[in-house]
């Protein structure tokens, strides 16, 4: 025999579990506009040929989901809000789903994942069936699409997007005609998805890099070195700004001037230089030289134009160095005397987790790891926070395939909570091993060659026709997004004491503090939409 179950997008539907003991939810709700999502999770005794059926699927759309292998799954740290700490297989490739049968081996349980969305409010009822030939199996999803909608607001969210990656998977150079659709395509799904800004790399990004190494050059600005100094062209980037304002994209992060972990040098840069194409800085460049300076100033001369013509003036921000740590504070400001003077009228912003680089005054913009962001709020102004590799313990949120869900979802509220202004991580979809040393299959491995929790480093795949496949934890992510701005929508129709007040019903939310379920956060969003739907009637 055959069983069936609806489920909350939450699930994650282990090849070991028996749906029966999984929270089960057909009822749904959410606001016009918004995407909900819900999973049907199918399990047989046997190896058998399912075929469904759908009444109606207007607005609707289907995925089958897959499973990604973890060998490293947590960190020997890891607290106890997992699902598991074993290697093993992880449900998380979305499949779209084409036909309307599916196949199912014995034991093993078997998911789709299905995405609404409904510009008309209302009631809604969607039928499935479900039959192997011998027996049924039906169920009625009800949806109440209220009558209000998420609210715009200013919130960015940031990913680095490794462009390298995707020409080493898809076997084509930067720059040509499938690199740039390729790009439209990742972006597109990036937006898609609540990520309205990704890394711009003005030159070779200074990341994930093995020191004296180097990554696939992928630089946008062109650079010349005449003997009256640096000429720049700016048409690749020019073409690259025009594609993310096409998309959607809201705010133009630019790659970092100085090395990862201590800014003690600067990032790749070639040129031209009397016809041959070659490196004039790298990891032999003091950070803070009269060169490597003097170049940085013409650059910045040169550029400010540009962003100026591209009407991105407003919504351009910088880097200095990634993660600086408390040993690095001397360096770092050294450097971002010299960024500051040549870009300080735009944001400057950094992931760094010390407070003494606001507090000094080093840096304006600190965008702080989530388990140091308490010391950071209520003292800095739109307030930035990420997450990566870490935190691995404590409780706080993350995004790792061996994580329940909702340890992924609840972001979204606790950001509310804390008025959190902006998220960066660093994994769009970074398919090497750790620090770029070779490259992976992501299929194969999440976890970089065990050096990150697994799924850490991309929450896309590499699909067919230049395209992504999106996973069960960026769908997630995204509904953490949305709660957010449900949050604020229903701060603006009865303020924000009475969203928190609804929010903390069952005690305070902190960034580790939280209760630790999916019925729980199930029931608290629709809380939050019926408290909308209340007084949006009024």
Same mark, same amino acid.
């Given at each position: 025999? *055959?069983? +069936?179950?609806?489920?909350?997008?939450?699930?994650?539907?282990?090849?070991?579990?028996?749906?029966?003991?999984?929270?089960?939810?057909?009822?749904?709700?959410? &606001?016009?506009?918004?995407? &909900?999502?819900?999973?049907?999770? &199918?399990?047989?005794?046997?190896?058998?040929?399912?075929?469904?059926?759908? +009444?109606? $699927?207007?607005?609707?759309?289907?995925?089958?989901?897959?499973?990604?292998?973890?060998?490293?799954?947590?960190? $020997?740290?890891?607290?106890?809000?997992?699902?598991?700490?074993?290697?093993?297989?992880?449900?998380?490739?979305?499949?779209?789903?084409?036909?309307?049968?599916?196949?199912?081996?014995?034991?093993?349980?078997?998911?789709?994942?299905? $995405?609404?969305?409904?510009? *008309?409010?209302?009631?809604?009822?969607?039928?499935f069936t479900f039959t192997n030939g011998k027996e049924s199996a039906s169920h009625t999803v009800k949806i109440d699409v209220i009558n209000a909608e998420l609210p715009e607001d200013d919130f960015i969210c940031t990913h680095w997007f490794h462009t390298d990656c995707l020409c080493d998977w898809y076997s084509f150079e930067p720059f040509t005609e499938d690199y740039w659709k390729c790009v439209e395509n990742y972006t597109k799904t990036a937006v898609e998805h609540g990520i309205n800004s990704l890394l711009i790399p003005l030159f070779t990004p200074p990341l994930d890099t093995e020191i004296g190494k180097e990554r696939k050059t992928i630089q946008l600005v062109d650079v010349t070195v005449t003997e009256s100094g640096y000429v720049f062209g700016f048409e690749k980037l020019k073409k690259w700004i025009a594609l993310f304002k096409k998309c959607g994209i809201k705010a133009y992060e630019f790659s970092h001037f100085f090395t990862q972990w201590g800014a003690l040098h600067a990032p790749k840069i070639m040129a031209l230089v009397n016809g041959e194409y070659k490196r004039i800085f790298g990891w032999e460049t003091d950070s803070t030289g009269e060169e490597y300076v003097s170049f940085l100033t013409a650059f910045s001369k040169a550029l400010k134009p540009v962003l100026k013509e591209c009407e991105i003036e407003d919504c351009s921000y910088f880097h200095i160095s990634d993660e600086p740590g408390e040993d690095d504070i001397e360096q770092y400001e050294k450097c971002s005397k010299i960024v500051n003077s040549l870009f300080g009228e735009y944001k400057i912003i950094d992931a760094l987790s010390e407070f003494d680089f606001y507090k000094k005054g080093i840096v304006k913009h600190p965008i702080p790891v989530i388990s140091d962001a308490i010391d950071f709020v209520g003292n800095v102004p739109d307030l930035w926070i990420y997450y990566c590799c870490g935190p691995v313990d404590g409780n706080y949120s993350n995004r790792f395939l061996a994580m329940p869900s909702q340890r992924t979802r609840i972001l979204g509220m606790q950001m509310y909570k804390y008025n959190i202004k902006g998220f960066l991580h660093w994994g769009y979809n970074f398919w090497y091993t750790q620090l770029s040393k070779a490259k992976i299959n992501p299929y194969e491995v999440s976890d970089g060659g065990n050096a990150f929790s697994g799924g850490d480093p991309c929450v896309v795949y590499p699909g067919e026709n230049l395209s992504p496949v999106c996973s069960l934890r960026l769908k997630v992510f995204y509904d953490a997004l949305q709660d957010m701005r449900a949050l604020l929508a229903l701060e603006k129709l009865a303020g924000r004491e009475e969203a928190v007040k609804i929010l903390e019903s069952d005690g305070e939310i902190t960034f580790n503090q939280y209760p630790h379920s999916e019925k729980w956060h199930f029931e608290k969003r629709m809380a939050i939409n019926n408290a909308i739907k209340q007084l949006t009637k009024n």
């Open positions: 025999m *055959f069983k +069936s179950v609806v489920l909350t997008s939450m699930a994650k539907v282990m090849p070991y579990n028996n749906i029966d003991a999984l929270y089960s939810q057909s009822e749904f709700s959410c &606001l016009k506009g918004e995407r &909900l999502c819900f999973q049907i999770a &199918l399990q047989s005794d046997s190896d058998e040929s399912v075929k469904f059926s759908i +009444s109606d $699927e207007t607005n609707l759309k289907a995925y089958e989901v897959g499973y990604t292998p973890a060998s490293y799954p947590a960190d $020997e740290r890891a607290d106890f809000y997992y699902i598991t700490k074993m290697p093993g297989l992880f449900p998380d490739v979305l499949n779209e789903k084409k036909s309307r049968e599916i196949s199912l081996s014995g034991g093993k349980p078997t998911a789709l994942f299905f $995405e609404f969305k409904s510009d *008309f409010a209302g009631e809604k009822e969607i039928d």
